[in-house]
């Protein structure tokens, strides 16, 4: 039975079929996606020619007929009010990086006094939001507001509860009147088509695309975040505002110890968790795995991997119920990629491989690797890949916040690299030198009990420090940010993979022809990624990608190294970017530079929000504990002569504060002035920001930090890390 197909089975979740196979499994209680309008559920309730026609849409990308949208949305309505629900809304992930819905009521009054429920084809498959007030950079004026949001029917329809209430929310994307994508899930369909269509010619040259309708980028998300006590988030403005500490000194026990990592997870958290997993099973979201993490109070979540539309949709959905559910532990869920100084970020690991619809993971090195060209192909067109387009990856995780994290000797450095681990590194090896000939095998582990068994073992090591590592079957991409959203990092991946595909094909066809003879094939084959290898293999990268000496190599084979994100930022729109974008119909010159805009602008406004924190924080908490201290120390010089006593420590310890207090004074001072400077030049406003800004506020907190180490803890105004890092 086909497994993975971006199809009915897909949307009931029938393609983790393959899990539900194994001896021992059973049927479990768990009702799931019972808020979902699954395929299942519209087999039940459509008339089977409407159901039909769906499927055409679903299993072979053909355009909804309008007369059909009408006898969906009606049963729709039907299922959802007969839940619950009041209202609907066209839900999209608008370039804010969040998730957008407006609110319309299924009640229309019907004229003498009481009212009809309605909800129209049209309403469904397009609506209308005022697109004025999200991000366009550019594209369109503030008085230019029209924009349409449009049904996205490959990912189900789901029912959102909140505060008692419950509402319809369809998947849409949002492209404004003149049809220029305002979101993140326009390209990402766009990226998908792209990369199914270039798969499908490698497919159609090894022979291996019967029945292959469809190749589909697959995803599965590793969500990390911190859990802290919601009264003391409330005591922290910096936390309300920018989900981040701007000050607070080093606890004593920060994560020396290793200790949290794996640990048992506490009581409240763990009621947190499985409240979080019942909401998403609701909603369809298959979680699979949560535990600790490496910080204190920070934990993680993981799904299984679906399609990777639905995946990034639920990504969101994932991110929302964390923060929702937590206030009822009495909890705040941070997403922030680095909300305190000192202790490790929070990072989003993002798994992608691609699949046929026939169930196929075209990333499956299977047993003889090295016989399996197809396979080889795949992995080269990523190898590829990633050393063309090193910047576009680079900037697809840029953001202010990931900043904190990346290249800080916790999460992967900024340079893109590729871990593939001994066994297909020997075979890159072997392509390298002309033709493969062996694959190195697995082997198992005795561990010295004859009580224990013996392992087999992965035919290569896990390697964390690196940003891009293939685990078994799939590339784990480990640079995105906990807080960002998942669908951009994927755009750029399936594009870039599929430029990669497009070469490859085209390089095979004119070798061999549409229907080679195997024999030839192979050759041509091996030729092809021989000169892959050599071209790209400067990208790979198997040690340890924190130490000096890997920034020095990777210096000298000529890698890009972004350490920031303004330099990143500004690569996205080059011409090499903007023809790769262009050609595969991903993004078009204006939309792909409105991008880089928008997020420029985001880097901008994020650091400011910050700065401007921390300057109302120092100003109206630490300087005023500060000076009651000042006071305290004052007075203290002041009794103690007198009583006629030698006041000269007193005195001393009374001017060393001081000095700190007005070193503070000035360091703020500074800080206000470079928070104001503006440019009307996004590009260069940002680069401002990170020159200026970024360390006047660094030079801010310094000072921050030392008085929180002096000041007693009674006056000290604001929880410290020591409390806020320790769960009760
Ligand atoms: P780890 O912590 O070892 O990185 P996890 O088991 O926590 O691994 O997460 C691995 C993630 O990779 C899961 O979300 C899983 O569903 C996903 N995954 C597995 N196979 C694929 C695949 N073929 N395509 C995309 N994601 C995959
Ligand atoms: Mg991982």
């Known amino acids: 039975m086909s497994s993975l197909a971006l199809n009915g089975k897909t949307r009931d979740m029938s393609h983790h079929r393959h899990e539900l196979n194994g001896a021992s499994q059973q049927r479990v209680d768990q009702t799931f996606a019972e808020d979902v309008f699954t395929m299942r559920v519209m087999q039940q309730r459509l008339p089977k020619e409407v159901f039909r026609a769906i499927q055409r849409t679903l299993n072979h990308g053909e355009r909804l007929d309008p007369s059909v949208a009408d006898v969906v949305a009606s049963s729709m309505k039907e299922w959802a009010m007969e839940r619950g629900a009041t209202h609907y809304t066209h839900w999209f992930q608008p370039l804010t990086g969040l998730t957008a819905e407006k609110h319309d009521a299924f009640l229309v009054p019907d004229g003498e006094g009481s009212a009809l429920s309605e909800f129209t084809g049209s309403a469904l498959v397009q609506g209308e939001p005022d697109a004025s007030s999200f991000p366009s950079g550019g594209i369109r004026a503030t008085f230019e507001a029209r924009g349409y949001t449009a049904w996205d029917c490959t990912s189900p329809v789901f029912l959102n509860r909140n505060g008692g209430t419950v509402t319809l929310c369809i998947p849409t994307a949002f492209v404004s009147w003149t049809g220029e994508a305002l979101d993140k899930k326009t390209p990402l369909l766009r ?27 697959t995803l599965g998300c590793e969500q990390e975040y911190f859990l802290i006590d919601r009264e003391l988030f409330y005591k922290r403005d910096d936390l309300i505002t920018c989900d981040r500490t701007v000050f607070g000194a080093k606890p004593p026990k920060g994560q020396q110890l290793e200790d949290h990592y794996f640990g048992s997870i506490p009581t409240r958290v763990i009621g947190f968790m499985s409240e979080v997993e019942r909401e998403l099973y609701r909603l369809g979201v298959p979680v699979k795995t949560r535990h600790n993490e490496v910080a204190p109070c920070q934990f993680e979540l993981a799904p299984l991997f679906e399609t990777a539309n639905i995946a990034s949709d639920h990504q969101m959905l994932v991110m ?103 066994m297909l590194t020997d075979i890159i090896g072997q392509l390298e030198r002309g033709g493969p000939k062996s694959t190195k095998q697995k082997g198992s582990l005795d561990l010295g009990a004859k009580t224990l068994p013996h392992l087999p073992r992965h035919t290569g090591d896990r390697n964390r420090t690196s940003p891009f590592a293939f685990t078994g079957n799939k590339f784990e991409f ?5 807080s960002g959203a998942v669908a951009w990092p994927s755009t750029v991946l399936n594009t870039i993979v599929a430029e ?133 120390l004052a007075e203290t010089v002041a009794s103690a002569e007198m009583a006629g006593l030698d006041a000269k420590d007193a005195r001393a310890a009374l001017a060393d504060f001081a000095g700190l207090v007005s070193k503070l004074r000035k360091a703020i001072a500074v800080l206000d002035r470079e928070a104001e400077r503006h440019d009307d030049d996004v590009s260069a406003h940002a680069e401002h920001v990170r020159d200026k800004v970024r360390p006047a506020q660094e030079a801010v907190r310094e000072v921050v930090d030392e008085l929180e180490t002096r000041v007693p803890r009674d006056l000290w105004p604001i929880p410290s890390y020591r409390e806020m890092l320790h769960i009760k």
């Open 500 to 632: 990669s595909l497009d070469y490859i094909s085209g390089m095979l066809e004119k070798a061999v022809g549409k229907n080679p003879d195997p024999a030839k094939l192979q050759s041509a084959v091996k030729d092809v990624l021989q000169g892959i290898v050599k071209e790209h293999k400067r990208v790979l990268f198997d040690g340890d990608g924190y130490t000096k000496e890997w920034h020095a190599e990777a210096k000298k084979r000529g890698l890009p190294n972004f350490r920031e994100s303004v330099s990143a930022l500004q690569q996205i729109p080059s011409k090499k970017n903007i023809a790769v974008f262009e050609k595969f119909g991903v993004l078009s010159k204006l939309e792909l530079e409105s991008r880089a805009h928008i997020f420029l602008e985001k880097y901008v406004k994020q650091v400011l929000i910050e700065a401007e924190t921390a300057i109302l924080l120092a100003n109206t908490q630490v300087l005023p504990a500060a000076q009651r201290y000042q006071i305290e």
């Open 320 to 422: 929302e119920a964390l923060k929702r559910v937590a206030p009822r532990f009495g909890l705040q869920c941070i997403l922030h990629e680095k909300p305190f100084k000192g202790i490790n970020g929070s990072g989003k690991h993002v798994n992608w491989s691609m699949s046929t619809n026939t169930g196929v993971n075209l990333l499956d090195p299977r047993d003889d690797t090295h016989t399996n060209m197809q396979f080889l192909v795949f992995l080269c067109a990523v190898i590829r890949a990633v050393d063309l387009h090193a910047d576009l990856l680079r900037a697809s995780v840029a953001s202010a916040a990931n900043d904190h994290r990346l290249g800080a000797n916790e999460a992967p450095p900024a340079i893109m690299s590729i871990f593939l681990g001994d």
């Open 478 to 482: 480990r640079a995105v940010g906990s």
């Open 191 to 217: 990226s998908m088509q792209a990369l199914s269509e270039q798969a499908r010619r490698v497919l159609k040259i090894f022979g291996t695309d019967q029945g292959v309708t469809n190749v589909i980028a």
